[in-house]
């Protein structure tokens, strides 16, 4: 199966993703990142049979996250920087409304909603003093992740929905929500190797499990 080609074929790439992060090297992120965020897209391109609204705005919320994975490659500059915050949050935006437009309300958004809206808040509130004038695009963010990881619960509680599905999406969007702490930490509070060591597996976990899930939902 490609799918699972795709995916073996994306481990190795992440490896050399993690040795360019250690060594700090832009011209060897260039080289990877790029390529390991498109097998993301191209496993959702293969993956979706049909034009539903939920595949689209899936799709759409891929490709952005490409687009701000490759700004991020230059977080120290602060205008590429907020570039990519941009396209992440107009992907969050199109998953939000993907999973929240089959969710439901139930015990599990309930649930995921308090204990990420708690998170959330500590976390805005431990950052305030670093963010600067970036408070604005930051606060946007933490909400509309927020809003994700709350949307995923909504999903989950759509019972006729495919298990896989709803498994992918939840635990997708809980991944890319602990992901985005470690982001925050490497860029607003201490720098170092530790946070891209388990942040990017975090990631491109949650970002393959979304993508396979346009293959179930």
């Known amino acids: 199966m490609i799918q699972s080609t795709i995916l073996s074929a994306a481990l190795p790439v992440l490896i050399a993703l993690l040795y360019f992060e250690k060594k700090e090297s832009v011209k060897g992120l260039l080289s990877v990142k790029p390529l390991l965020s498109s097998l993301f897209v191209l496993l959702a391109f293969l993956q979706i049979q049909e034009q539903t609204t939920y595949?689209?705005?899936?799709?759409?919320?891929?490709?952005?996250?490409?687009?701000?994975?490759?700004?991020?490659?230059?977080?120290?500059?602060?205008?590429?920087?907020?570039a990519g915050l941009v396209a992440f949050l107009a992907g969050h935006v199109m998953y939000t409304i993907a999973f929240s437009g089959l969710g439901e309300v139930g015990v599990m958004m309930i649930t995921?909603?308090?204990?990420?809206?708690?998170?959330?808040?500590?976390?805005?509130?431990r950052l305030k003093s670093y963010l600067g004038n970036m408070i604005g695009p930051i606060s946007a963010y933490i909400i509309i992740i927020t809003a994700m990881v709350v949307g995923a619960g909504s999903l989950w509680n759509h019972s006729t929905l495919d298990i896989t599905g709803r498994s992918l999406v939840l635990v997708g969007a809980i991944l890319f929500y602990a992901s985005d702490i470690f982001v925050a930490r490497h860029r607003f509070v201490q720098k170092e190797f530790l946070n891209r060591a388990i942040g990017l597996p975090m990631y491109y976990t949650a970002q393959f499990m979304i993508a396979f899930s346009t293959g179930y939902i």
């Open 55 to 82: 595949n689209s705005l899936i799709f759409v919320g891929l490709v952005l996250s490409l687009v701000g994975d490759i700004c991020l490659i230059f977080f120290f500059h602060k205008k590429v920087f907020t």
């Open 112 to 125: 995921v909603g308090a204990i990420c809206i708690l998170i959330s808040t500590i976390i805005f509130l």
